[in-house]
């Protein structure tokens, strides 16, 4: 299939790119390169500079394209909750041009990047794809915003598979592209750089949850495991299935103190763990239960365990101080 990937200089879009590559499929890698790379753009790939706001470009990209994968977009909470205005433009503003698009060119087949974030406080643990939609941020809100406008172009034929992803740490298993986030607001990666670099400590946001040891609870998944599934959303749409709802997660929670242990494990080295003030917009807790996935697109996480995930993401910044840089 010849694929139109939005948003894929990212850290995601990057490796799924890479994986959708692999797996025979044509890439074409539309992005604005404000939070991408162009280095981390496979070769194999057709890139055009660009956004998913601009027609022109938009319907540019998708000529010949049998489907979109959509996953530009802003993705931190903390900046949504100061600035929710940029996040509902950029996360459901915009990509209604890409819509309009798809539907000019006849392109019928969507996968979407969403988040956990549209559950907000989850009332059972874990989350099924049938519980409530009441998001706690504006990154949330912006996503489910658009999940809305792509269930409303069903109307006219769309099929998508929409991704609620949790969260997604880890990197290409030979390190050769990774996370690179400026500046870097993710769990992992901070720990891992504050221990590269020879920091003395390490901050974590909130240790008065209602959780095990006080700290958030989160699911994480490897990367390259949601990039397979993102393949199979794909494939399954090539073959004219029907899309849904699908969480991304391992079923596995593990606090923010268990992931600054593992980090630790995986650079062998010790740092002081500093308890910060809870963000605003933050869950205590969100950990998937991912059984649609298995059961309806086949896909098993390959690298469920943290100490794999974190040795990964380790290999990654160890070879890469600078990032892309």
Known sequence: MRVLLTGAAGYIGSITTRTLLDRGHECIVLDNLVHGWRESVDARAQFI??????????????????AVVHMAGLIEVAESQKNPDLYFRVNSLEPLVLLDAMRAADVKALVFSSTAAVYGEPTRVPIA???????????????????????????????AVRFRYFNVAGA????????????????????????????????????????????????????????????????????????????????????NLEVVRACMRAAGREIEVMIGP????????????????????????????????????????????????
Request: glycine share 12%.
């Open 49 to 66: 500079e660009g956004s998913v706001g601009d027609s022109e470009v938009v319907a540019r990209a998708l000529d010949g394209c049998d």
């Open 129 to 159: 794809e049938t519980a409530r939609t009441e998001p706690v941020n504006a990154y949330g809100a912006s996503k489910l915003a658009f999940e809305r406008s792509v269930t409303d172009c069903e109307s006219w034929g769309l099929r």
């Open 172 to 255: 290409w298993p030979d390190g050769s592209v990774g996370e690179a986030h400026a500046p870097e607001t993710h769990l992992i990666p901070r720990i891992l750089t504050a221990i590269r670099d020879g920091a003395e400590r390490v901050e974590v946001f909130g240790g008065d949850y209602a959780t095990k040891d006080g700290t958030c609870v989160r699911d994480y998944i490897h990367v390259c495991d949601l990039a397979a599934a993102h393949a199979l959303g794909i494939e399954r749409l090539g073959a004219g299935e029907d899309g849904g709802v699908f969480n991304l997660g391992n079923g596995s929670g593990f606090s």
């Open 278 to 325: 809870r963000r605003e917009g933050d869950p205590a807790k969100l950990v998937a239960s991912a059984a649609r996935a298995k059961s309806v697109l086949g896909w098993v996480p390959e690298r469920a365990e943290l100490d794999g995930i974190v040795a990964d993401a380790w290999r990654w910044h160890l070879a890469h101080p600078n990032g892309y840089r």
